[in-house]
């Protein structure tokens, strides 16, 4: 058993048994990681509220080998990220975000660039005056960074090189498809214009936190809106959150 201290976003609480919590967190170490915390649920815990979902976190927990829940053992809060909670546009932005971090990715597999884009885009969250939009670039870059980017230049079902002009997006497949490959599946897809093409490619291409400076409105915001919901959705095999969610399940 080896004590372990990392930073740490929590992604989602439980309670359990009489007075503890199970947790989910995104480490910058570990990558995901749960635990549980003994007495998290007493009036005078010492965790206090420091284990709220979304909360940025140092954690010190005993990693237990062959275990896959470890014990927390001690938590210093970094931001608590509070306003979060205090809006419902907040509050199911937050929510999806750290529900599509928790869907793509594996049990202590780390990257450090999942973590940060998570915190950058729970600070910004703060502070922004469109949270769809920004949640909609952050889900864009998390799909990205996991291994789940969005086809847009070859054919998601047979590789080929595709043509500058509307198409069909298949969120099975993960991308757009060729006019035989549309032809002949029988998947669900969605329309998708060389505006979205050129604002999806846009977006992956400059760091999360300068593309926030991006707009989209009109055909774009909502086409790129329906092909970014409907493929998290095939990748994670749930719905994300939707408007007005459970901040903490069970609380």
Known sequence: MALVTTKAIVLKSMRWGEADRILTFYSLQMGKVRGIARGARRMKSRFGGMLEPFSSINLTFFNKRNDSLGSISHVDSLES????????DLIWAASRMVALVDGVTADRDSNPTIYHTLLEGLSLLVRTDDPGLLTLLFQIHILSHSGFQPQVDRCA???????????????????????????????????????????????????????????????????????????????????????????????
């Not at 990220?81 to 419902?88: D, M, T």
């Open 81 to 88: 990220f509070s306003p979060l909670r205090e809006s419902l």
């Open 157 to 251: 079902s047979c590789g080929r090189a595709l043509e500058e002009q509307p198409s069909l997006f298949s969120p099975s497949s993960g991308g757009r498809l060729c006019g035989s490959c549309d032809r002949g599946s029988w998947d669900y897809c969605l329309p998708m214009s060389q505006g979205s093409m050129a604002f999806l490619r846009q977006v992956r291409r400059i760091p999360f936190t300068r593309a926030t400076r991006l707009k989209a409105t009109g055909q774009v915001r909502r086409e790129v809106e329906a092909i970014i919901e409907t493929y998290a959705r095939s990748v994670v095999g749930k719905r994300l959150p939707e408007k007005e969610p459970l901040v903490t399940a069970g609380k």
